[in-house]
């Protein structure tokens, strides 16, 4: 299509806004990024800059001096995350395989009741109560994995894929005289591999960026994740002075322990990675959008 | 007699029909255990709304109470503060995040080719954070003695500003917040609405010799009007439900600011796990569920008029 004069400066214009646009949705970023690498000496007199006065690594060098925290937190994270997804992944294509087969006489009741809980819900004070007083969950891993193991909303996707697998195999297989258990482990599993690694996808985000149940349930020292670490650094102001961080800071020999800068830190080395590897599957996130945007 | 064996014969059916259906169930039985635990169970603790609740007496042991709990709640300064804000922050959220997010879609539409990629990817860059992280971020920028916001303020001679312990700010800094974290998503949203469009009425458009604007608002805004309007009022079907990572880390869960950033949610949160009252908490919870729900079925029947295929059920 050739492009008029008009066109052309409109396309020129509307290009200007998208980059102002996403400069300013990076800024807070670079602002992050900036203060980590800024010599704790400039942040005390200069402040939080975009431009580092003096540039320093020393909060990286303090935290991988003594990177036992950070690990800590990486380990619980990782493991819930892990477990959670597995755990997770099979059951809500358990529940979302009877729900997408047509002849399943129970299929609306079903549905309903899996749906329902997007509508209506105990809230949070029954809720907390149960886990904690009648589970005795507080302070367990179990209490990071169980709250995100089945959300309708994964139901929904795994639903939407399932619904397009053909009645007609499944028939098949049944005169073939295969037992439903059996069509749905070596049949329906290995059939719906893409929805699946879209449903691993989110949970596995959901699991990682979870911060609320750990907020929750964890109140000593022994289960922390990433996300709740980086609450209590940010909340507790002598967090990081009491922490073995300060130790390695001496031994280091700075003279202050350079708090503002190593929390920073903190959290690009806790948010990094993830910033740097979910958006390489963005496309996946897209997918599940658009599923659950209309029937969401 | 006749009554008895017609529901003797319907047993019988049911029977046949549900041997016939047992094996799917049995598929389908840990997913209804687990909600039935972690979803069905807590709706009975609604009850506590009613009661005096005491750790020591569980929900079914403690003491019933009557509307107590709400009316101790309604006396309260907290109640009509929390219930205020969640209502107009939702609101603020709501409308802001469809206008901008309307106005990028349809932007983004006139271009094409690699740039609109990156500019997508940019702005989604946000939502791959937790809430815990914008918490730090907003810091960076608030924070009252080395902050961004006011290194530049007193660059040009103003005066500081101690952002957490004042209540203005937050209006616009949480709506602020919210759109940075959300507009690539809901961009994406209406993007993907508008590329669903079908061509054929651009070409037909271009014969008739129409301009890129005409297009945008005979052809694209018409087309997408009910996308819009759907996802509006689902929004406001779900009002109620406070955002609460944005209310709790953003304003870093600073009681000097409560007044312009406590919601439903965060009230509750506090009420459970720092010394709080639990019962108030039950009863606004309860006010939460029940005005939730009411709010999100009435949502889905106006969804329903507008475009029957988009409501929820």
């Known amino acids: ?129 149960m886990m904690t007083q009648y589970f005795h969950l507080k302070n367990t891993l179990a209490a990071l994995i169980i709250p995100l193991l089945l ?123 993830m910033l740097i590897i979910f958006p390489f599957f963005q496309k996946y996130f897209v997918r599940g959008i658009t599923v659950g945007s209309l029937k969401g | 007699m006749k009554l008895g064996s017609r529901t003797g014969r319907w047993f019988k059916r049911e029977w046949i029909y549900f041997r016939k259906n047992r094996e799917l169930l049995v598929l389908a039985l840990p997913g209804i255990l687990y909600k039935l635990v972690i979803s069905y169970f807590p709706m009975v603790g609604l009850i506590l709304a009613f009661k005096f609740f005491r750790y020591d007496q569980g929900i079914f042991g403690s003491r019933w109470v009557g509307f107590d709990n709400f009316t101790f709640l309604f006396k309260s300064q907290d109640a009509l503060r929390i219930i205020r804000n969640t209502l107009l922050y939702n609101f603020a959220y709501i409308t802001l995040g469809t206008v901008v997010a309307l106005v990028f879609a349809l932007l983004l539409n006139e271009l094409s080719g690699r740039m609109v990629k990156i500019y997508q990817t940019t702005m989604f860059l946000p ?103 759907i996802l509006f009022i689902l929004g406001l079907g779900g009002i109620f439900r406070g955002d609460f990572g944005l209310h709790y880390f953003v304003p870093n869960n600073v009681g000097m600011n409560f007044a312009t950033t406590d919601i439903i949610d965060t009230y509750v949160y506090r009420a459970l796990t720092k010394l709080g009252d639990i019962n108030s908490a039950a009863a606004v919870g309860f006010l939460q569920s029940v005005v939730g729900l009411v709010t999100i079925v009435s949502a889905n029947y106006l969804v329903r008029r507008v475009d029957k295929e988009s409501s929820l059920f």
């Open chain 1, 1 to 129: 299509m050739p492009l008029t004069k008009l066109d052309r400066s409109a396309n020129y214009f509307i290009n200007a806004f998208f980059i102002i646009v996403c400069a300013l949705i990076t800024l807070p970023f670079l602002l992050v990024i900036a203060v980590s690498i800024t010599s704790e000496d400039s942040l005390v007199q200069y402040g939080y800059r975009f431009i580092p006065h003096s540039i320093s690594f020393e909060a990286f060098r303090i935290i991988f001096i003594e990177p036992s925290i950070m690990l800590k937190g990486y380990g619980v994270t990782i493991l819930i995350t892990v477990i959670g997804t597995v755990i997770a992944m099979f059951l809500t294509a358990l529940t979302a395989y009877p729900i997408s087969r047509r002849d399943f006489r129970y299929q609306r009741p079903i549905t309903f009741y899996v749906f329902f809980t997007m509508l209506f819900n105990g809230g949070l004070v029954p809720f907390y109560i």
């Open chain 1, 151 to 273: 959300s309708p909303y994964n139901i929904l996707i795994m639903k939407g894929f399932l619904d397009k697998i053909s009645m007609e195999i499944i028939e098949s297989a049944k005169m073939d005289g295969a037992t439903e258990k059996r069509i749905f482990l070596q049949m329906i599993l290995p059939l719906s591999t893409p929805a699946l690694a879209t449903l691993g996808l989110f949970i596995s985000f959901a699991y990682w960026n979870d911060w609320f149940t750990a907020l929750l349930f964890i109140d000593n020292d022994k289960y922390v994740p990433l996300q709740l670490l980086l609450v209590r650094i940010l909340s507790q102001i002598e967090f990081l002075a009491n922490s073995p961080l300060a130790e390695a800071a001496d031994k280091l020999q700075y003279a202050n322990f350079p708090t503002l800068s190593v929390r920073m830190a903190m959290a690009i080395l806790a948010g990094g990675p």
């Open chain 2, 127 to 229: 939502y791959f954070i937790s809430l815990v992280l914008v918490g730090y971020i907003t810091y960076a920028f608030l924070e009252h003695k080395s902050g961004y916001l006011n290194n530049v303020l007193q660059n040009f001679g103003f005066e500081p500003h101690k952002w957490y312990f004042e209540t203005k700010p937050w209006i616009f800094i949480l709506p602020l917040v919210s759109i940075w974290k959300g507009v690539g998503f809901s961009t994406l949203v209406y993007y993907a609405g508008i590329l669903g469009i079908n061509s054929e009425y651009y070409e037909a458009a271009k014969l008739d010799g129409a301009s890129r604007p005409q297009m945008m608002m005979r052809i694209t805004l018409p087309l997408l009007k009910p996308l819009v309007i």
